[in-house]
Nanobody
Framework: VQLQASGGGLVQAGGSLRLSCAISRRIFTFDVTGWFRQAPEKQRELVAVVTSGGRPTYGGSVKGRFTISRDTANNTVFLQMNSLKPEDTAVYYC?????WGKGTQVTVSS
C-alpha cells in the first residue's frame, strides 16, 4: 500500500494549508485513515482521523481549526488547516490502517 502526502509548506501564523494523501487501495478497506504529526523532540500525536463510516476524531489542540475529509472515489484524504499557529509546526504523516506515508513538512512562522 502506498500513501502519498502533499501540500505542506511554509505559512504565516493565521494562514491556511490543505494537505492531501493519495492512497493506493480503496479507502473503505481501512477502518481508520487520517493524519498524525511529529514536532522536533516530541512524540507523534493524533491530528485527525476518520473511520470507514465517516466519523471524525480530532486531537484536542486542533479542534475547531482543522477539518478532515475524504474523496472516496479517488481514495484521497484531506486535512484543511485554518488559523495555523507556530505550534502546529511539525512533520505531518498520513496513515491508513497500519500503513504510514512519508511525512510532509508544515512550518508556521510567527
Amino acid at each position: 500500500v502506498q500513501l502519498q502526502a502533499s501540500g505542506g509548506g511554509l505559512v504565516q501564523a493565521g494562514g491556511s494549508l490543505r494537505l492531501s494523501c493519495a492512497i493506493s487501495r480503496r479507502i473503505f478497506t481501512f477502518d481508520v485513515t487520517g493524519w498524525f504529526r511529529q514536532a522536533p523532540e516530541k512524540q507523534r500525536e493524533l491530528v485527525a482521523v476518520v473511520t470507514s463510516g465517516g466519523r471524525p476524531t480530532y486531537g484536542g489542540s486542533v479542534k475547531g481549526r482543522f477539518t478532515i475529509s475524504r474523496d472516496t472515489a479517488n481514495n484521497t484524504v484531506f486535512l484543511q488547516m485554518n488559523s495555523l499557529k507556530p505550534e502546529d509546526t511539525a512533520v505531518y504523516y498520513c496513515k491508513a490502517g497500519y500503513y504510514w506515508g512519508k511525512g510532509t513538512q508544515v512550518t508556521v512562522s510567527s
